[in-house]
């Protein structure tokens, strides 16, 4: 059924909306965020630490905060001491994955899993889980859906309509003219990649306490850097990453109903999410245009 189908894809397009949501405020101050896979892995153990010690929202709340750190570290390297900003985004990715296995052994025992965690009670939406096409679109929702999803409109909003967005978006096109007229550049980056964080965060958290019921090592599968890759076909804006954290999302639930066959290997089929991204990205990046100073790192002269 193309409702199943399409609640599907929403359900896996979730953790890649909201890590794209966090790299259009990193990226729209001028700070690229390679880091992203490496905040989510973060998030997705720690928010199943939470979730098993004290419940979902306590690892939501530990899963952003860990998270946050890390983002932190990259700010911190990138912003203030102008270290190549991919260079420190990988090495924060290898002390994610790294620091994940150390603390999982040390906690459960197990390297690579934790125990099963309880998520949120899923909710549906009243009135509308009476009609038939739509009820697996609006039935069985984590709560987390329903926020990712508002969380769209709430950052168009941010960066397009208030003060604050509007300096931001400014540091990350001219920072030696925001930083003339008085903007504190540095404050703005800081920001950018912090919220940059959270985000990374709640999406790691989905998948190990609302997606699979616990943390299993390598569970991001690339997609911090999916979610970086639906940042650019969306042109930089929320709006364009969500339409394509949705189009990635409907590539990997299909393939989870291509039935395995002999002629296909089931191999090729889970390439389908991977490789539609590299074709949509072949199209799309001479036409899209990033922020002036994305990824230059600023240094203020000293009159």
Do not use: C
């Not at 790294?98 to 603390?103: E, H, L, M, N, Q």
């Amino acid at each position: 059924m193309v409702s199943e189908l399409l609640a599907s894809a929403i359900r896996m397009g979730l953790p890649v909306l909201l890590a794209a949501l966090g790299a259009v405020y990193s990226e729209r101050s001028g700070v690229v965020n390679i880091g992203l896979e490496g905040m989510m892995i973060t998030g997705s153990f720690w928010g199943a630490v939470g979730a098993y010690y004290a419940g979902p929202l306590a690892g939501m709340a530990l899963a952003v905060a860990a998270s946050v750190l890390m983002a932190l570290v990259h700010a911190v390297v990138s912003v203030t001491f102008r270290v190549d900003q991919i260079v420190s985004g990988v090495a924060l990715n290898i002390l994610a994955y790294g620091a994940a296995r150390f603390s999982s052994i040390a906690l459960f025992q197990k390297a690579t899993m934790s125990p099963h965690v309880q998520g949120f009670t899923p909710i549906s939406v009243p009135g509308l889980d009476q009609v038939p096409w739509l009820k697996p679109l609006v039935t069985n929702l984590s709560p987390l859906v329903v926020v990712g999803f508002l969380l769209v409109p709430l950052s168009y909003w941010v960066i397009e309509k208030t003060v604050f967005g509007l300096r931001l978006r400014a540091v990350g096109e001219n920072p030696l003219a925001a930083d003339t007229l008085g903007l504190k550049v540095f404050h703005l980056r800081y920001a950018g990649v912090l919220l940059s964080g959270v985000l990374a965060g709640l999406a790691g958290a989905y998948l190990s306490v609302e997606h699979t019921g616990m943390y299993v090592e390598g569970m991001t599968q690339g997609k911090g850097y999916i979610a970086l890759a639906a940042m650019i076909f969306g042109n930089w804006s929320p709006v364009g990453a969500m339409g394509a954290a949705l189009l990635f999302g409907f590539a990997e639930s299909l393939s989870f109903r291509v039935v395995e066959s002999a002629v296909v290997p089931y191999q090729f089929i889970k390439m389908i999410p991977y490789a539609l991204t590299l074709v949509v990205l072949a199209g799309v990046l001479k036409r899209t245009r990033p922020p002036a100073a994305d990824g230059i790192p600023y240094e203020r002269e000293e009159a």
